[in-house]
């Protein structure tokens, strides 16, 4: 059965932290790997993944993807409250719906 | 340029009711897809339509069911809400490549349907 499971489940950091959000997978003709912000209740897209060892990155946040140990790690330096949210991580699973499997979500709080 | 729209925005239904949740998809999206989101869980697929029939279905029993309209948007069906249906029910749309299944189009998801079954 495809699994896609994220570590830690919450988080409380102080601004100007560090943070590494980590998603492992076990999924069946894996396509790509997205990470998603969800502050209220809309996810909003933040990286999609789909070769190793390449690292996106967008301001703060960066993320890589490991297709040998089908893991991935997301990022956030210098950390801010309005990072508080909940960070979810999908496989992309190939097929004729290219449908989304999703992990259970790390919970970031950045306290001031 | 409208995102994804969901409606309502909340609803309220006792055990036994049925319900029917509204999503407009992204302008020039023709995919829509429809997930369950319980508190503190990520995301469940629940189906998929194109071209105005389903595509694929999640783990979800006969009671959820959907429709596509030829303009795209679609309709999300339960039927005999349990309690343990209340959740986020999540839209999201797409645009399918043609000739494809090999290539992923992001999906834009919609602000949800906060679904409470008492």
């Known amino acids: 059965e495809d699994k896609v499971v994220q570590s830690p489940l919450s988080l409380v950091v102080h601004e100007g932290d560090t943070v590494t959000l980590n998603c492992s997978y076990e999924?069946?003709?894996?396509?790509?790997l997205l990470w998603y912000k969800q502050e209220k209740k809309a996810p909003t897209f933040l990286f999609m993944l789909t070769s190793s060892g390449i690292e996106k990155k967008s301001g703060r946040l960066s993320s890589i993807l490991d297709k040998k140990e089908l893991f991935s790690i997301l990022n956030i330096t210098a950390t801010q409250t309005g990072d508080s949210a909940v960070y979810l991580c999908?496989?992309?699973?190939?097929?004729?719906?290219?449908?989304?499997?999703f992990g259970t979500g790390t919970l970031l709080a950045v306290q001031p | 340029d409208a995102g994804v729209t969901q409606s309502p925005t909340h609803l309220i239904k006792t055990r036994g009711q049925q319900v029917t949740l509204r999503c407009s998809p992204k302008?020039?999206?023709?995919?829509v897809s429809w997930y369950q989101q319980a508190l503190g869980q990520g995301p469940q697929f629940i189906f998929q339509?194109?071209?105005?029939?389903?595509?694929q279905r999640g783990n979800f029993p006969d009671r959820f069911s959907g429709h596509q309209f030829p303009n795209y948007s679609s309709e999300l069906n339960v039927n005999a809400l349990l309690l343990g249906d209340s959740a986020l029910y999540l839209c999201?749309?797409?645009?399918?490549?043609?000739?494809?299944?090999?290539?992923?189009?992001?999906?834009?998801f919609g602000p949800g349907t906060r679904l409470t079954v008492l």
């Open positions: 999908a496989v992309v699973r190939g097929g004729a719906t290219n449908k989304l499997i």
């Open positions: 999924v069946t003709n894996f396509r790509s």
């Open positions: 999201a749309s797409s645009r399918r490549t043609s000739g494809a299944a090999s290539s992923y189009n992001e999906q834009f």
């Open positions: 339509y194109y071209e105005e029939e389903e595509r």
């Open positions: 302008s020039g999206h023709d995919t």
